[in-house]
Every structure is written in C-alpha cells, then in structure tokens.
C-alpha cells in the first residue's frame, strides 16, 4: 500500500508531484505487463504467491518500524482479517490479468476506489451527500461501459477483477481501522506477511515447476509494485491529491498502448470511454473531499492495488 497518506502532508510542489505520479502509473502497468509476460505458465495462486514471497525481501527495512509499533492482539486480529481478504482479491486479480486485456484490468481496477467509498458509508457511518452519490452512479456506469453485459460475452476474467476490486477495496477499509495507530511502513509489511502466509496453501494445491526466467519475472513484479508505491508517496509530499489524482487516467493510455504493441491487443474504445468515466468520477469525490475538508476515506487510484 502507499507509504504516505495524501493528507498527511502539506504541497508544495505540483509539477514535481504529478511527474512522480505519472512514474507511478507507468510502473503500475510494468506489474500487470510483468504478469502477462509469465503466459499462464504459472497457475494464479502460485504466481500471487510467488510474488509476495519474493518481495519479503522488500519489507526488511521495516522491521524497526513494526517493532516500535508493539503490535497487539487487536492489531493482529485486524492484521489477519485484512490479508485474509486480501489474498482472495490477489487470486482473482492474477486470474483475470492471465485472461483478458492489460486495459481491462487496468480500468477495472480503477473501481476499488469507488467500492470503498460505498463501503464507507455501509460499515464506516460515512455520509452520501448527493453530488457523490452522483459520482459513484458515474463510475458504476462507466464499469458498464466496459464490461457491457448483455452486449457481448464476458469471460470468467472479467469477474474475476470485478471481484478483486471488492476484495482490495474491502482490505483498504479494513486497514483504515488501524492507519491512526500503526505506522504505513508497518502496514506494508504486514500486509506482505499475511498475504504470504494467506497464499501459501493454495499455490501449494496448484505447484508446478518454476522456470527460473519466470521467477525472475515475478521478482520484477515485485519490485515494481514496490517502486510505484514509493513512487506515489513521493508524489503526494509533492502535491495535493486533487492535483496528482486525474493523472491516474495515463495509466489506461500506458496500459492501452502496451497491451496493443507488445502483446497484440486490440484497442477497445468502449474501455477507454468506461475508464475515463470512472476516473472522473473518483477525481470528482476526492476533489470534494478536500474542498470541504473531510477526513479522507475514498483512496486514491492507486493506494488500493496490490
């Protein structure tokens, strides 16, 4: 996840922040092409695991962190409870990017935000006022555009991200029970090991042999998850959210332009149509979110990947 609240700092530095952020787009969309690139080879669960495993090496600066932190067993009850749902949304989203389009993930994803901001007022006692609701209507319209039900057949992929966005939004909610009294390195890493240990027995049921191209393969994967998310806090000390937020659409572009030169997709318009509908709509409700000062829930695109 982010190492850095968005609301924790103050700006100072706009062109800085949205270069930072356009970096993080495009190494968001290196960890989806980084998968695409292992072919199927190796079933989702494995490669989930794979990926996280491979990235605990990232997490060993953190130790210090998490010492201090002197985690309870609230905290790890909570802890728990967020990797559980954490690793069904990285099984899905491993399934789906194996069988439908870089750009189809790559919108559908950008629904996480939108999940949590509902998610919020069911479980978190947040309030809709009608602009936002308006806003959520938006992006759910947009998600239609792609998916596009009734007008074409969609593949098990497709709901397979649809669910992995409800999983990741519902590991974002949870972890905002614990963000005030736990540090975000702490949070990262916790989230490493938990995923790890949650994955560990479904790549067991489904192991195959490992090339070691493919693992290295998966180490990039990690590194670039780990990249852009040190990317994208760089990004909010630099600037306000409402400002590094609606250039999160170029990670669709990057994602577009990817899938159709390098692994031979074509350019559906209906997903760029959908993914720009929904990112207005989430850049509209963090704008909001800021203009009245609210305490910030929706997350960011981006702060809900894996």
Not at 19 to 35: D, E, H, N, P, R
Not at 162 to 180: M, N, R, T
Not at 210 to 238: E, N, P, Q, R
């Amino acid at each position: 996840m982010a190492t850095v609240s968005p609301t924790d700092v103050a700006p100072s530095r706009p062109v800085a922040g949205v270069l930072w952020m356009v970096l993080t787009g495009i190494l968001f969309v290196f960890v989806t092409a980084s998968v695409k690139f292992t072919g199927g080879r190796v079933p989702a669960p494995q490669a989930a695991f794979l990926r996280y495993a491979l990235g605990l090496v990232f997490i060993l600066p953190m130790i210090p962190a998490i010492r201090a932190d002197r985690l309870g067993l609230r905290e790890m009850k909570i802890f728990a409870a967020r990797g559980a749902g954490h690793t069904v949304g990285v099984m899905l989203w491993f399934y789906g990017m194996s069988t439908i389009t870089i750009a189809e993930v790559t919108a559908l994803n950008y629904m996480s935000p939108v999940y949590v901001t509902l998610g919020a007022v069911f479980f978190l006692g947040e309030t809709m006022a009608l602009r936002r609701i308006l806003a959520v209507l938006a992006a759910l319209g947009g998600a239609l555009i792609i998916l596009r039900p009734g007008m074409r057949e969609l593949e098990p992929g497709h709901w397979a991200m649809v669910g992995a966005a409800l999983c990741l939004a519902a590991s974002y909610l949870i972890a905002k029970q614990v963000s005030g009294r736990v540090s975000a390195a702490t949070l990262v890493a916790m989230l490493s090991v938990t995923v790890s240990v949650g994955l560990a027995p479904f790549a067991w049921a489904v192991w195959v042999p490992v090339s070691w191209h493919d693992l290295g393969i998966l180490f990039l994967t990690a590194a670039f998850a780990t990249g852009a998310h040190y990317a994208m806090g760089v990004a909010f000390k630099c600037a306000p959210v409402t400002v590094t937020q609606p250039v999160t659409f170029l990670q669709l572009i990057w994602a577009v332009l990817l899938g159709y030169f390098v692994f031979d997709e074509g350019i559906d318009a209906w997903v760029l149509v959908g993914g720009t509908a929904i990112i207005a709509a989430i850049s509209f409700i963090t704008w909001r979110e800021a203009v009245v000062s609210r305490r910030q829930v929706t997350p960011v695109s981006g702060e809900t990947k894996f």
